[in-house]
């Protein structure tokens, strides 16, 4: 059997009795820091032989793992916090286990993704969750107006040392009237949630070093009928100016700039016309 134990993702109250349990019965324990899960398993008396697993180890560890648990050896894997494989390692563990006939078995329990969500005040019956935005500016102001027109809430997470700058690039794409979440230290003594418009969430950020802490979940909210109608009616009136001086591909892209709207749909309606 394949355990996949979710871990606090700060108090260390937050972990299940079913999955102190199974982390003190199983053979192995796999954890993405075998140094930082260490507080987490001497906290709760767990004496279980632990390795790690990782981005960097896993796929050249995974047949041995998966031929020692068919060999009968019962594993638990866990990450650094939350629930492993949610932007964590583990996915490639997971897929050869289930191909070989390994069961595999989830003991849920504590995630930044659904925390956050489930007190950000922002809709959460539809949304959709990218993991970590891109590193560079250009590919990150390009995921974030490739989920401008939304029309369900988008989830990202980000670094403490990008947190600035991503904000930033929010405003810039996004406006001055979306309503997001930024949340950081979830369940620690710290513990930040902040619903606002982007303004005052990068003056929030500006005003002291120590509000770029932590690691945060971003919550973008779907964009507004009225939003939407300004952008179509934008789109309107820009794409056949652009069509009569270059191709559909070309003023699709150009149209995507202006307007924030997605460039696939642009280059539909471009060539519709």
């Known amino acids: 059997m ?19 349990d199974t982390l003190k019965s199983v053979d192995v324990i796999l954890a993405e820091d075998t140094r930082h899960s ?34 009968g050896r019962g594993m638990a894997l866990i990450s650094d916090a939350g629930t ?25 329990g504590p ?12 809709a959460s019956d539809s949304f959709t969750f ?17 989920i401008s027109h939304s029309k ?13 700058a991503s904000a930033v690039d929010f405003r810039s794409v996004l406006g001055d009237d979306r309503v997001v979440c930024f949340a950081k230290e979830l369940t620690k003594s710290f513990e930040t949630i902040i619903t606002a418009t982007l ?11 120590d509000h770029q802490r932590g690691e945060f979940v971003i919550l973008i909210s779907a964009i507004d009928k009225n939003s939407k109608v300004k952008g179509e009616e934008q789109l309107d009136k820009i794409l056949p100016i652009l069509l009569s001086e270059m191709g559909a591909s070309k003023a699709s ?7 924030g709207i997605d460039k696939k749909y642009c280059y539909q309606r471009a060539i519709d016309l």
């Open 199 to 209: 303004p005052d969430i990068v003056d929030y950020l500006e005003s002291q070093q």
């Open 253 to 259: 892209k150009i149209a995507a700039k202006i307007t």
């Open 111 to 122: 995630s930044a993704l659904t925390s956050a969500i489930s007190a950000s005040g922002i």
């Open 152 to 164: 369900e809430t988008v989830i990202f997470y980000e670094s403490p040392k990008r947190i600035l």
């Open 2 to 20: 394949l355990y996949i134990i979710a871990t606090p993702i700060g108090n260390l109250e937050d972990i299940s009795f079913r999955a102190i």
């Open 130 to 146: 990218y993991g970590f935005l891109p590193s560079k500016q250009g590919a990150r102001v390009k995921a974030i107006r490739a």
């Open 38 to 71: 260490k507080k987490l398993l001497s906290h709760y008396g767990i004496s279980t032989p632990v390795q790690s697993l990782h981005e960097h180890n896993e796929a050249k560890k995974t047949a041995d793992l998966v031929g020692s648990l068919l060999s």
């Open 84 to 108: 492993p494989l949610i932007s964590d390692p583990g996915y490639v563990l997971v897929r050869e286990a289930k191909k070989a006939g390994v069961k595999v078995s989830p003991i849920p």
